[in-house]
T-cell receptor
């Protein structure tokens, strides 16, 4: 079945550490996105990529980095510069600019 | 900076009744709208979409209504079931080059179905 897979489901980070969240899709979608969701709030865009080897900052990119070396993969690194990283992170993909998104099941990141 | 957490608007519905969830969108240039359902701890799931050349679209037990004059979107769920309990988000997609392909999400409405 085609879909979008995020891993791990739960992730714990110590202060000062970088962590990388995985996002893989086999839908052959060109565009991929990373969102952050905090309790009781909507989704905020971190980074997005329209095509391989290209990506743009979203509304809250500070403290995060991404890469898009393959069409199927769009990993997100939460760096130590992100002051409040505890959140639910959602990856999504889209076949094109005028279509909706397919979401992954999310990664819950907690700072310990 | 980070926002303080907010309580979502909540809609309480009795099982079997119809639900109506409302959403006001901000961009008059938006031409594509989607409703998503998100259950606790899961990613959002697509429910139904509508383009700006339509004012109504129906799916299985769901209907989306679009009023471009007042920039209002609604989702109607017929015969609400316990499995419909979730947070519902509306999303809009703009047509400006700056907003290429990016969905803008509303804050969401918590739907609670009571027996």
């Amino acid at each position: 079945d085609g879909g979008i897979t995020q891993s791990p489901k739960y992730l714990f980070r110590k202060e000062g550490q970088n962590v990388t969240l995985s996002c893989e899709q086999n839908l052959n979608h060109d565009a991929m996105y990373w969102y952050r969701q905090d309790p009781g709030q909507g989704l905020r865009l971190i980074y997005y990529s329209q095509i391989v080897n290209d990506f743009q900052k979203g509304d809250i990119a500070e403290g995060y980095s991404v890469s898009r070396e393959k069409k199927e993969s769009f990993p997100l690194t939460v760096t130590s510069a992100q002051k409040n990283p505890t959140a639910f992170y959602l990856c999504a993909s889209s076949i094109g600019w005028n279509y909706g998104y397919t979401f992954g099941s999310g990664t819950r990141l907690t700072v310990v | 900076g980070e926002s303080v957490g907010l309580h979502l608007p909540t809609l309480s519905v009795q099982e079997g009744d119809n639900s109506i969830i409302n959403c006001a969108y901000s961009n008059s240039a938006s031409d594509y709208f989607i409703w998503y359902k998100q259950e606790s701890g899961k990613g959002p799931q697509f429910i139904i979409d509508i383009r700006s050349n339509m004012d109504k679209r129906q799916g299985q037990r769901v209907t989306v209504l679009l009023n471009k004059t007042v920039k209002h979107l609604s989702l109607q769920i017929a015969a609400t079931q316990p499995g419909d309990s979730a947070v519902y988000f509306c999303a809009e997609k703009g047509m400006t080059t700056d907003s290429w392909g990016k969905l803008q999400f509303g804050a969401g409405t918590q739907v609670v179905v009571t027996p």
